[in-house]
Structures are given as C-alpha cells and as structure tokens.
C-alpha cells in the first residue's frame, strides 16, 4: 500500500508548541509544518514513529516552512501514551540545532550502540557512563498548566498540490509530500517554464 500523507490531528502540533516552549525556546522562531503520515517508516528492520527534516531552498518559495515534522498516524492514534508522545516530539525536536548564523541543522543522536554490545561489555564508553547517569536521575516531566509561549509558527500542513506548465504547454499537477520533497523540487526545477500556483486542497 502507497504512503499517504494527511492532514495531522491538532493534538500534534499542540504537543510540538509545549515542548518547544518547555525545553527547546531555541526553535521558538521557526516556522514548522506538521503532518501525519500514513505508517510508520521502516529503516533497518525498525519503525521509525516520527521524523523531522529541514525544507531546503528550492522549496522555500512554495513551502513557509523552516522545518516539515511528520509523525506516524496509526502509532500517535492508537499506539502511544500521551507521555510517549511528548517524548517522541521532544526526541525530534533535539535534531535541531541553530548555530550562531541562525543556519538550521539536523544532527544525530549523542548516544548511539547496540544493545548486544552493552550486554557483552557494560557501559565502555564515557557517552554510555553519561546516559546512565542521565536515567538514575530522570523523572516525570511535568504537565503543562499554562498555554506554551511562541513567536514563529508551528501549524499542521494542509494537503497541498502543485501546478506547473511543462515544456509542451501542458499543466501538471503533482501531490507534494514530505517524503517527496527533494524529488519534486528537482522534477520543477528540470521541467518547468512557469510556475503557475501552489494551493491547498
């Protein structure tokens, strides 16, 4: 079955303005679209739940978004706890840093082995000594009694099609999702004369 990408439930982006406001208010800024897809994303026989990703250049003009946020629809429903689903935007939204430029990257995780590594030879390395340290202290975070503060933009991203005028005169549209942004900004880029519009269905 084909992804599809929709329109996500407003509980997304509520969640992305209270973790922005409660441990990221270096993303307060930005502009980030949501979005749910359709299953989660396997990689490397795992389901990844969520991702986020940075809209390049070429895709500025039709998307005024910094950044695209999309999280697995049947896991945010049905699958995960609302503390799960806090940890989970938290966990994407620490893949942005901003640098002294204001130039968003996406970086990787700061803890990364294999369990069966760990089993065989115990904490061997000072970032792995650090998480241990880190989870003897974690706690429950607490919940939000007052409404998150922002100054950019975090709203769910409606489903959007592109028009474009080919080479041979005939209008194209093309149903742009996030998993398909580079190749579609390509494909215009190549192909297009004119750009004629950008609307929401």
């Known amino acids: 079955m084909a992804v599809e ?12 303005k209270q973790m922005i406001s409660q441990y990221h208010r270096d993303l307060l800024p930005l502009s980030i679209g949501v979005l749910y897809r359709s ?19 070429k895709l500025k003009p039709f998307l005024d978004y910094d950044l695209i946020l999309w999280v697995s629809k049947p ?20 893949h942005v840093e901003i640098d002294g430029d204001d130039q968003i990257t996406i970086i990787h995780h700061d803890i990364e082995e ?3 590594v760990i089993a065989r030879w115990g904490l061997w390395s000072k970032d792995l000594v650090r998480s241990e340290q880190v989870l003897k202290h974690a706690t429950q975070g607490e919940l939000f009694a007052t409404a998150p503060e922002t100054t950019g933009k975090v ?10 005028i080919k080479p041979d005169g005939q209008t194209e549209s093309v149903e742009l999702g996030p998993g398909e942004f580079d190749r579609v ?14 609307r929401a269905d």
């Open 5 to 16: 990408w929709k329109e996500a439930d407003p509980s997304v982006e509520t969640i992305v």
């Open 39 to 57: 299953e989660p994303q396997a990689s490397a026989g795992r389901d990844v739940l969520a991702n986020i990703s940075k809209v390049n250049a």
């Open 75 to 94: 896991d945010w429903e049905g699958r995960l706890t609302e503390n799960q689903r806090m940890a989970l935007i938290d966990h994407e939204l620490c």
């Open 114 to 116: 294999f369990r069966e």
């Open 155 to 164: 709203e769910t991203i409606p489903e959007m099609v592109i028009s474009h």
């Open 185 to 198: 900004a390509n494909k215009l880029i190549k192909s297009t004369r004119r750009m004629s519009h950008v």
